[in-house]
């Protein structure tokens, strides 16, 4: 089965610090998704990378930012956390030429920002 | 660009019974793959059911199926026998085809309950 695991399922974060997500999947799948679910908005696409050092914005790269040193591994990162970023924050990984694309979910981590 | 709407924000069902659950999509492309997703609640979203556009046969998993009507873009889920397990919040998506195509858009959710 394919594992998707994510760092924290919950942190707890201030305002203006520097956050970091990890998230790690264990398939060698070369695409790996960083979105945010917020309720009633559904789940929005912040960055996605398709290989290694490759990267590209979703619907909403502002604020955030990622990093993809390793195929296995890719990070999302808050420079300078605020409040309007609270939110349960998702990672998901597809293999190229996977039927249709499915992609496969981490766990999820609820960040707080107070 | 691809947006994905669901018009139900939450539906109950009783459990045993028959539940539909409704999708619906605007693109301009031919080709395309549209997915839904079952989110348990604290659990990790997993893959419902996938349908391929160019195919006209709607997929079906076990209990679940789909009715994929393309030209009035409409990708509906059917829960036949529901379970407490089915307790959930669904997401339709829609992704392109074509080679370099990664994004997934998603619709915003239905909250789906079983009543025991």
């Known amino acids: 089965d394919v594992k998707v695991t994510q760092s924290s399922r919950y942190l707890v974060k201030r305002t203006g610090e520097k956050v970091f997500l990890e998230c790690v999947q264990d398939m060698d799948h070369e695409n790996m998704f960083w979105y945010r679910q917020d309720p009633g908005l559904g789940l929005r696409l912040i960055y996605f990378s398709y290989d290694v050092k490759m990267k590209e914005k979703g619907d909403i790269p502002e604020g955030y930012s990622v990093s993809r040193e390793k195929k296995e591994r890719f990070s999302l990162i808050l420079e300078s956390a605020s409040t309007n970023q609270t939110s349960m924050y998702l990672c998901?990984?597809?293999?190229?030429?996977?039927?249709?694309?499915?992609?496969?979910f981490g766990p999820g981590t609820r960040l707080l920002v107070l | 660009a691809q947006t994905v709407t669901q018009s139900q924000p939450e539906m109950s069902v009783q459990e045993a019974e028959t539940v539909t659950l409704s999708c619906t999509y605007d693109?301009?492309?031919?080709?395309?793959?549209l997915f839904w997703y079952k989110q348990p609640p604290s659990r990790q979203m997993i893959l419902v059911i996938r349908?391929?556009?160019?195919?006209?046969q709607n997929a079906t998993e076990n209990r679940f199926s789909v009715n994929f009507q393309k030209a009035a873009k409409s990708f509906s889920l059917k829960i036949s026998d529901s379970q407490l397990g089915d307790a959930a919040m669904y997401f339709c998506?829609?992704?392109?085809?074509?080679?370099?195509?990664?994004?997934?858009?998603f619709g915003k959710g239905t909250k789906l309950s079983v009543i025991p």
């Open positions: 998506a829609y992704r392109n085809s074509g080679a370099g195509s990664y994004q997934l858009t």
């Open positions: 693109t301009s492309e031919s080709d395309y793959y």
């Open positions: 349908q391929e556009a160019y195919k006209q």
């Open positions: 998901a990984s597809s293999p190229v030429g996977a039927i249709g694309g499915t992609q496969y």
